[in-house]
Structure formats: structure tokens, C-alpha cells
């Protein structure tokens, strides 16, 4: 059985099994067809609801992604802290400091990089058993607007939980007094390490 996403300009995506794509992907698609073809670029910040409602396999997912944040001496060189930690989902904030920024005076790609990987790895972490370790595989990221501002938020959400990987969509936003601005996207594969020698 075949569906298809159809755009009110008449531009669509055919030949998708039924099935096959649900949840963000899904709306992720109609937002994009909706715009055309080059309309997915437009279609980047995390959704505001939760993705999919996820249960923790560890009732002390809490401590751990916790105690394993704070192992990170780079996220401790940024600056960056713990602003939110539920189920497939959790935030990272850092603040702008000028050793931080790249030749333009904008807040450098891999801090952002770096930022949003954490946020999407201890998100994937919530969801791992007790005793596994999270290790990113890979990441895709897309600077979307030059960085700058007094604060900065990234966000990882679990998009799918797997035994061994783990595919996040994550997002960095900046804040200043004129308000807020989407600056870079990420989509991640996270791993969950078991009986390696590795926890967090």
C-alpha cells in the first residue's frame, strides 16, 4: 500500500509505504511538501510537543545523565549546564563569552556543534537501561543564521530508541533583548555501549 504527501502547489511525495514514516518524519514531510521542493529547509526547529512519549528504562535516568554531564570537562569549559531533563528530551544552556566566538565575534560552530551533541546524546541516554553508556555515531548540523546573543538553548529529542542506536533531531536557539532566532539544527545517531568497560 502506497500514501502519498500531495502540497497545495500540487508538488508531492509519492511511493512512501504505508506506514513507513509517522510522528515528526510525518509531519516533517507534509510541513516540507507543503512548501515544495526546496521547502525543508524552512522546516527545521524541534516541534514544541514531544515527539513520541517515551518511558525511561532507568527510574534513576535523572542522576545518571546528571553525574554523566558533569564528567564532560568540555561542557564544563563553555559553560554549559543542565536545563531540563525528562524522558528522550533534554536542554543545554550556555551563555555568549568572548573566548567562545569565532574571527567575526559569532558564537563558534563547534560550540554549538558541541552543545546540541550533548543535548541529543543524554537525551538518547534517558531512555538506555542502567549501566549502558551513550557514544555519538554521527551528526549532521545545519548553521542556519550567524549566533549571536546573550544565551544560548540546545535541544535534543529522542526521535527514535532503539536496543543499540538512537536517532535524535536537535536544535541550538540564541536569546537576546530583541528576542529569540533558530541558529542551528542537528539531526544524531546515538549508540547505546553495553558490556564495554564504559557507563554513564
Same mark, same amino acid.
Given at each position: 500500500? *502506497? ?14 509505504? @504505508? ?11 507534509? @510541513? %516540507? ?8 529547509? %524552512? ?18 535516568? @535523572?542522576? *545518571? ?29 550556555? @551563555?555568549?563569552?568572548?573566548? &567562545?566566538?569565532?574571527?567575526?565575534g559569532f558564537m563558534h ?17 534517558? &531512555? ?16 542556519l543564521a550567524p549566533a ?11 526521535? *527514535? %530508541? ?31 555501549? *553495553? ?6
Open positions: 500500500m *502506497r500514501t502519498t504527501v500531495r502540497s497545495r502547489g500540487g508538488w508531492c511525495l509519492r511511493a512512501v509505504p @504505508q506506514g513507513a514514516v509517522s510522528g515528526p518524519s510525518a509531519w516533517f514531510l507534509a @510541513q %516540507a511538501a507543503d512548501r515544495g521542493p526546496r521547502g525543508a529547509a %524552512a522546516v527545521c526547529r524541534v516541534p514544541d510537543c514531544r515527539l513520541t512519549a517515551h518511558a525511561p528504562q532507568d527510574p534513576d535516568y @535523572q542522576s *545518571r545523565v546528571r553525574s554523566s554531564f558533569g564528567r564532560q570537562n568540555f561542557m564544563t569549559t563553555i559553560g554549559a549546564r543542565l536545563a531540563r531533563i525528562d524522558p528522550g528530551e533534554v536542554d543545554v544552556e550556555f @551563555q555568549w563569552r568572548d573566548d &567562545l566566538v569565532q574571527q567575526h560552530a563547534g560550540v554549538l556543534a558541541s552543545a546540541a551533541d550533548s543535548a541529543c546524546g543524554y537525551a538518547a541516554l534517558s &531512555l538506555m537501561p542502567a549501566g549502558a553508556a551513550v557514544l555519538s555515531v554521527e551528526f549532521k548540523i545545519n548553521m549571536e546573543g546573550a544565551r544560548f538553548l540546545a535541544r535534543g529529542r529522542v526521535i *527514535r %530508541a532503539g536496543r543499540t542506536v538512537t536517532v535524535c533531531w536537535g536544535d541550538v536557539t540564541s536569546f537576546a533583548d530583541d528576542g529569540e532566532k533558530l541558529v542551528a539544527t542537528m539531526v544524531a545517531t546515538m549508540m547505546s555501549v *553495553r558490556d564495554r568497560g564504559l557507563s554513564d
